[in-house]
């Protein structure tokens, strides 16, 4: 493990990016102590106007005098949230399902890969209006939704690796020594995995932010008076030719977000996946 | 008295493009209660698939007859849960290959203490106290740093002596050793046999002891035999069969054991030609077409297992070196 931690320290871009991610994640929790203006106070005397400084809004403000520094942080926190929880229900139910699919083998795993198949054949955007359709649009929801879709490429990854693994001579061994297969799999196998499910849950964050971002973008996310990065943006692409700075200030937010997850995501696979140490 | 295992008639084939191969053609064997039996011969003999039978670890495809019971109870026909219960416990095995039969990311102590946890519902407390006589038993030394190490900080020789030592664990009847010390360099195979031959004389259990390697057998077997081609061509207590080898075959492995005393050779000594393919039907003696003493009866009849010379001596030989 320690020579995963120091090929991780050589990656300055890695360790920059996570820097940067929890100066985000800090901003997100801390700042509105520091910021005087309240999230959902609307200030007509200043509507609209632009990022400064000195004045009372350092982001500026939006159409309706909202503070945009607020109101950004607010949409961090809340596409932050979204990605973590949404990444860690499509990370349990992936490794459940990968790892039993690939213990059990044979027509069970068949079985299991085809219905994931079937699955991802399935237009995702579609399937997600569907679901809220059918449940409403509450916050929470959109974590199930958006996790219940993206755990697929997980279970495959997790099968995969599982199928790999159980033919190692220490399954072999343990199967040998009287284990029965809920434990060859919870502590025999699954730990083995971790390495590239780790890799791959930390790239499953921002593309789960970006969807989010995506469907609140089409005003399927998350519902006003609450704020992600995405319906920020949304706001902001309206107003983009007289105040250019309600789209920028989230946008490059976001963009910043997803690019630092993607490079601690990338500096993560090249410090673990280095196989058999 | 119940023998420890019984096998009878056990044949074991696997389907394949070019037809079925079969592993072990039909072998009964006994083991009795604190036996030592040396299973000898070479690569694809059959002598891990026999392994693998007694221990209920054949692979799905695989196409089993026969019996083979451990302690009167059938192995073959036995529910995954039942195997589960004996193995690990009564029934243990060891493999080849120490450096990959240790799950990488647990500790040693972790590994051995989940085996009485499993078996004797013992609490993990009580569990790591036991596995660290384990270790004592098999004389790891610093028993105490190596349940907190993992397997990838142990030595290859280290590795076989903690497996050998979570097969003890539950004071097994039986532990079946398949090339314990193949993988292991010429010292630490010697040390590895020490291991064994102790733990036997204090455990009283009986050992299947599966080697390519005669003079590994040789030093702790009662009683050896040899398998070719998926059969038994020979079987005789270890000091009979070292002196008066009947079968060819044996004749020809032992022949192959360097000595150091002897005349120095040239080359080392090896049987030309090379095993049978295991598919295809077998007409006459398997080990004929490298044999030199083959007759032409040797080529259309296949010998079976008879007695031999000496009391428990058999052979599968139509023309033994003493006839």
Redesign the interface.
Known sequence: MSGAVRRWRANPAAVAALAVIAALIGLALVGPLFNPNDIRALDWANVATSPSSTGAHWFGTDRLGRDLFARTLEGTRVSLTVGLVASLISLTIGISYGAVAGYLG?RADQLMMRFIEVLSGLPLVFFVIFLTVLFGRSPYFLFLAIGAVGWLTMARIVRGQTLSIRR?????????????PV?IVV??IV??LLGPVIVYATLTVPQIILFESFLSFLGLGIQEPHASLGTLIAEGAGEVEAAPWILWVPGTLLALLLLCLNLVGDGLRDALDVKE? | MTPTLAIDALRVGFDSDGGTIAAVREVSLNVEPAECVGLVGESGSGKTQLCMAAMGLLPRGAQVSGSVRFEGREILAASPRDLNRIRGSKLTMIFQDPMTSLTPHLKIGVQLAEVLVIHAQMSWRDAERAALEALERVRVPEPARRLRQYPHELSGGMRQRVMIGMSLLCDPALLIADEPTTALDVTVQAQIIDVLRTMRAESRMAIVLVSHDLGVVAGLADRILVMYAGRVVESASAALLLRHAEHPYTAALLKCVPSLLGPRLERMASIPGSPPAAAGIEVGCAFAPRCPRAQPRCQTERPLLRKASGPPHQVACHYPLSA
């Open positions: 044979g190692r001579e220490f399954i072999e061994a343990a199967v040998a020594s009287g284990a029965g434990r502590k025999h730990p083995n140490r």
